[in-house]
Structure formats: C-alpha cells, structure tokens
C-alpha cells in the first residue's frame, strides 16, 4: 500500500525553523516527484515547494523562496520541508503530497494525512 | 500568475442530483488541469487528472471536461459521501495554482 505519513509539525515562535519529514512507504520513491502543499485555517491549498523524482530538480513558491528548502533522502525514502525565518502566515496544514511522474508537473495521486505548524509568540 | 477561478464558490443540492463545477483559467492550460476532492478535516483526494482521465479507484459517477481555459467536472448522481469541496489545479505554468474551491452542501 502506498503511503505517506508526515511528522514534525508544532508551534514555533516567528522567526524559528522547523523541519517537516514525510515517509513514504510503498513506491519506487526516486520514480516520483514529491511536493509539499499547504492549507491555511480556512483557507483553501498552495503548492510550497516541489523536488522531481531524481532531486535534480525543485521549485519553491515565491512565498516562501529564500526561506523554506525541500530535499529528499532516496536511503530511507523521506522528504523533508526545512522551513527557516518562520512568519505567521506559514501557519498551516502541511501536506506531503506524490507526483504521478518524474516531475512536479503531474497531478498529485497520494496525500498524507497532514502536519500542523502554528507560527505564534 | 495563472488565475484559476472555480464557479460557483458554493452550490447546494440533494442526494441524486447530477452537479456541474467550472475552473477557468487566466490563459490556456492546454489539459493540465486536475480535479480534488476534500472532505473536512481530511486531505484532498485526486478525481481527475489531465482535464479528463479518471483517478483509479474513483467511481464513474465523476467525469471531467474542457482544454486550454474551460474546465468541468461533474458528478452525474450526487451520493452522501460527495458532499465536501472541489478544488482544481494547474500545473501548466509554474506557480502551479488552485482554484478557490467549491464547497458542495446538502439541500
């Protein structure tokens, strides 16, 4: 079964880091791009950032350039979100999300069931 | 930015009604448009890929439409469980936008 399960979501004050894992289980992890989208409190979904299957390759929205860097580990099959210089609006569900191809360009065909990072004083 | 706007925002209907959602968007897609469904409290799911190809495991009762900027899913014979929101995607153009959602209630 395929599956997704992220992990490291909490309150941190503005300004701090946090890095987000998601585990994936169940696929040929370097045959897929990943990315990770989020959901606002109410909100509707954002696509934050983005690595293709070989890693050559990422995007990162203009929200969060600068600040938040995907990256994936092909020796145990997990993808990381390092979000530095945190500001109350990344305050969110964050979604690890797989690719239906090599590239971020494909639809989004499994989902995790979500971390929460809440950016507050 | 591509803009995706999804029409209408909300839209009421009772169990057995055949449902029609828009997406257009700001400038041709071609057919990279994809389709989500996302019931509170739960992540989204994938409908429809490529404007028209029905995600495995997800019933016949939804179908989707359209290339460059028009765009349709339809759900032919609304059961309990479809009530939630839709939300479609672009992935034509970085930044691979959504729409606002439509957020499909009970009558």
């Known amino acids: 079964e395929v599956q997704l399960l992220e992990s490291g979501g909490a309150l941190v004050q503005p300004g701090g880091s946090l890095r987000l894992s998601c585990a994936a289980s169940?696929?040929?992890?370097?045959?897929?791009?990943m990315t990770w989208v989020r959901q606002a409190p109410g909100k509707g979904l954002e696509l934050v950032s983005g690595?293709?299957?070989?890693?050559?390759?990422?995007y990162h929205a203009d929200s969060v350039k600068g600040r938040f860097t995907i990256s994936r580990d092909i020796s145990n099959n997990t993808l990381y979100l390092q979000m530095d210089s945190l500001r109350a609006e990344d305050t969110a569900v964050y979604y690890c999300?797989?690719?239906?191809?090599?590239?971020?360009?494909?639809?989004?065909?499994?989902w995790g069931q979500g971390t929460t990072v809440t950016v507050s004083s | 930015d591509i803009q995706m706007t999804q029409s209408p925002s909300s839209l009421s209907a009772s169990v057995g009604d055949r449902v029609t959602i828009t997406c257009r968007a700001s400038q041709s897609i071609s057919t990279y448009l994809h389709w989500y469904q996302q019931i509170p409290g739960k992540a989204p799911k994938l409908l429809i890929y490529?404007?028209?190809s029905l995600q495995s495991g997800v019933p016949s009762i939804f179908s989707g439409s359209g290339s460059g900027t028009d765009f349709t899913l339809t759900i032919s014979s609304l059961r309990p469980e479809d009530f939630a929101t839709y939300y479609c995607q672009q992935t034509y153009y970085i930044p691979y936008t959504f729409g606002q959602g439509t957020k499909l209630e009970i009558k």
């Open positions: 690595i293709s299957g070989s890693g050559a390759s990422t």
């Open positions: 169940g696929f040929t992890f370097t045959n897929y791009a």
């Open positions: 999300a797989k690719s239906r191809g090599l590239y971020y360009y494909f639809a989004l065909d499994v």
């Open positions: 490529s404007a028209s």
